[in-house]
């Protein structure tokens, strides 16, 4: 299948490396440096199934003919360290034939090298066999009509090479289609791909001979020994990840059933509050003193905080009786709320604590990358005693869950039945204000009655008769 390999290099004095031998070797030819003399013939070499030259319009034609052109870049160095040329080496999907494979390549190289200035000798290699592959020599100068001038140091940089990389990716693909493959090929690294296998290694020239032969290779056994354990690891780190995964995956799953729960509670919360709110009014009782009920740490309805202070007037028995009776329900039901409600909160301070050892693995995780974590013995150590806490937290919020699922409920019952207690008190202190003016009433009228009762019959008449004789 097609695999994708692209790899640059600089060919350099500084090494004792000559463009012209290398160019006679790629093309399998007999060249000559005219700057030594030195003549370098590979003219035996087998396996150079495509051989071209590739000259931007300004370029002189002379530099078609390799000796010419490799010659002519040596003369334009004068450095004994200098940098003759880059070389570009890149697998060919072996899915396509020759006369494909040197489509694709002579268009990746126009449109990439070619087009920006540079001079390409291309040349296929092994074209049907399982290593088929393209040596790519480019200039490293300007070209103008009448030779070379500067080095472009703009075709040096990385972030170019990059491009070169993923547009050969790019190239590739689409010959592939278009030839009717489903394979591609990847320019990024296995990691970026999200692929869980160590990478292949370049047997090279030397080895691959040494294998076709039916040959034992020493350095092969090593090649093997170090990608085999390379797998191992790559294995090991994949199986850890995936057992961290799932245990981030449980604790968000524990994690969203206590906020499910508690957003339930806090639905019921407001659809009681809102009741509350909406419920109308009861007719307002004549104004009097004293201080009205509470309940602390509940709210109670508005109408219901209106409550009228116990009558003191002593002529009121039964009424007083009644209410005395209320207030002490009241205070037995405040007292047991009071007593749940301080339940209620401890157990929530405690889901919360518990919750916050819960999250400590993820947390930790987070600070502490799983690559960093099997690196590092100690704080692979930390991280396993922060998921033993977290599981017994866990365990601790499903005995929990329950107590605050049962309690929650009984404050809320204890809520409404202090309220309606108070109401009662309300309605038997209205009553009780209702029959002392009535009994104020009655006694007024009776005082009046004892009044007129009392007063004088002869008044009238008297007064009448004294106003005649003055009158005469």
């Not at 032969?213 to 090593?222: L, N, P």
Request: aromatic share 4%; charged share 30%.
């Amino acid at each position: 299948m097609a695999i994708y390999h692209f790899s640059a290099q600089i060919i350099s004095r500084k090494d004792g490396r000559s463009a012209v031998a290398a160019a006679a070797y790629r093309a399998a030819a007999k060249l000559t440096d005219r700057t030594t003399g030195q003549v370098s013939s590979f003219t035996r070499k087998k396996g150079v199934d495509h051989h071209e030259v590739m000259l931007p319009p300004n370029a002189p034609l002379a530099f078609s003919d390799i000796e010419e052109l490799w010659s002519s870049a040596e003369e334009a160095e004068k450095r004994k360290d200098a940098q003759l040329c880059r070389e570009i080496n890149i697998a060919l999907p072996i899915e396509l034939s020759l006369d494909q494979q040197v489509e694709l390549i002579r268009a990746y190289v126009k449109e990439q090298f070619v087009s920006a200035g540079m001079i390409a000798q291309v040349n296929v290699h092994d074209s049907q066999s399982d290593n088929p592959h393209a040596h790519v020599m480019l200039t490293l100068r300007d070209v103008t009509s009448n030779g070379f001038g500067n080095k472009n140091r703009a075709w040096n940089d990385k972030q170019l090479l990059e491009k070169w990389r993923e547009q050969w990716a790019n190239y590739a693909n689409k010959a592939l289609e278009k030839a009717g493959f489903s394979e591609r090929i990847d320019h990024r690294t296995l990691e970026a791909q999200d692929v869980d296998r160590a990478p292949t290694k370049h047997l090279g020239p030397a080895i691959s001979a040494i294998l076709e032969r039916g040959e034992h290779s020493i350095v092969y056994d090593r090649m093997l020994e170090q990608q085999a354990a390379a797998q191992a690891l790559i294995d090991e780190r994949v199986a850890a990840q995936r057992e961290y995964d799932a245990a981030v995956q449980g604790y968000a799953d524990a994690l969203l059933v206590i906020e499910k729960a508690q957003a339930e509670a806090k639905a019921k919360a407001l659809e009681l509050s809102t009741k509350a709110r909406l419920a109308p009014p009861p007719p307002q009782p004549p104004a009097s003193g004293g201080d009205s009920p509470k309940v602390e740490g509940f709210a109670l309805k508005p109408q219901q905080q209106q409550i009228p202070a116990r009558s003191q007037e002593a002529n009121a028995p039964a009424q007083e009786s009644v209410s005395v009776q209320l207030r002490e329900r009241l205070d037995v039901a405040q007292s047991e709320f009071r007593q749940k409600r301080s339940r209620l909160l401890e157990l929530e301070e405690t889901r919360e604590e518990l919750r916050a050892v819960v999250r400590a693995p993820a947390q930790l995780a987070k600070a502490k990358p799983i690559a960093a974590l099997i690196d590092k013995f100690i704080a692979l150590d930390e991280f396993t005693q922060a998921r033993e806490a977290a599981d017994n937290a866990r365990k601790a919020l499903a005995q929990i869950k329950p107590q605050i699922k049962q309690l929650a409920p009984d404050v809320e019952s204890l809520a409404r039945h202090v309220e309606k207690i108070a109401l009662d008190i309300r309605n038997a202190e209205r009553k009780e204000a209702q029959a002392i003016k009535q009994q104020a009433e009655e006694k007024e009228r009776q005082r009046l009655r004892e009044a007129e009762r009392h007063r004088p019959k002869n008044t009238l008449k008297t007064t009448h008769s004294s106003i005649t004789r003055e009158r005469f």
